[in-house]
């Protein structure tokens, strides 16, 4: 079956435009996981999907950063007044479940986001 | 909060060659999961091998495997026969095994794995 994609794969936007990053989650999965991978660094957690609802969002960085998934699968992620400090790899990762840590975590190809 | 700590940030290996990747991790829980990602330039992160913490003998997966020390918070990944496609950077995540818990996985910094022909 299809695994999880991401879309644009790359994003080249000024400073202080808006974006919008799309995660499409492998079908059934209900949980979704958004990580930012800063270069050099390992992934840092952002939010957490359980179904429709946003169960931590204590990654977000600041106000500026907003997710969604109105439907329990598409989810968007949304970043306005972009800053260069906001350049990185945004990681999408999908799970049957985010109740149990037994089940593994499926990641996209992430998307690469550089403001200039 | 738990904290995940890869210290060696290059490694290089001869190919047919056995090298070990190291990690550390500190955590207050008694019950949890380690894993190994590997990430290579496509971006995708592929799920290398996993360990449950409340399980004594080490995973192993084909040709890589791991060194768990639950005392000592050590998590190290052993490549055997080891082959160009290796070649990538390999991350230490931990995730909480607590269920209604957020089951995000703390990465470490990773370390970039080179294989020489």
């Known amino acids: 079956g299809a695994g999880v994609s991401q879309t644009p794969s790359n994003k080249v936007t000024e400073k202080g435009k808006y974006v919008e990053l799309r995660c499409d989650p492998i079908?059934?999965?209900?949980?979704l996981y958004w990580y930012r991978q800063s270069l050099g660094q390992g992934p840092e957690f952002l939010i957490y999907?359980?179904?429709?609802?946003?169960?931590?969002d204590s990654g977000l960085p600041n106000d500026r950063f907003f997710a969604v998934r109105p439907e329990g699968s598409v989810s968007t992620l949304k970043i306005q007044r972009t800053e260069r400090g906001d350049s990185a790899v945004y990681l999408c990762?999908?799970?049957?479940?985010?109740?149990?840590?037994?089940?593994?975590?499926?990641f996209g190809p992430g998307t690469r986001l550089t403001v200039t | 909060a738990q904290t995940v700590t890869q210290s060696q940030p290059e490694m290089s290996v001869q190919e047919a060659e056995t090298v070990t990747l190291s990690c550390t991790y500190d955590?207050?829980?008694?019950?949890?999961?380690l894993f190994w990602y590997k990430q290579p330039p496509s971006r995708q992160m592929i799920l290398v091998i996993r360990?449950?913490?409340?399980?004594?003998q080490n995973a192993t997966e084909n040709r890589f495997s791991v060194n768990f020390q639950k005392a000592a918070k050590s998590f190290s990944l052993k490549i055997s026969d080891s082959q160009l496609g290796d070649a990538a950077m390999y991350f230490c995540?931990?995730?909480?095994?607590?269920?209604?818990?957020?089951?995000?996985?703390?990465f470490g910094k990773g370390i970039t794995l080179s294989v020489r022909p």
């Open positions: 360990q449950e913490a409340y399980k004594q």
């Open positions: 999907f359980q179904g429709t609802g946003a169960a931590d």
């Open positions: 079908s059934g999965h209900t949980a």
């Open positions: 995540a931990y995730r909480s095994s607590n269920t209604g818990a957020n089951s995000k996985l703390t």
């Open positions: 990762a999908s799970s049957p479940t985010g109740t149990s840590g037994a089940y593994e975590q499926y």
């Open positions: 955590t207050s829980e008694s019950d949890y999961y």
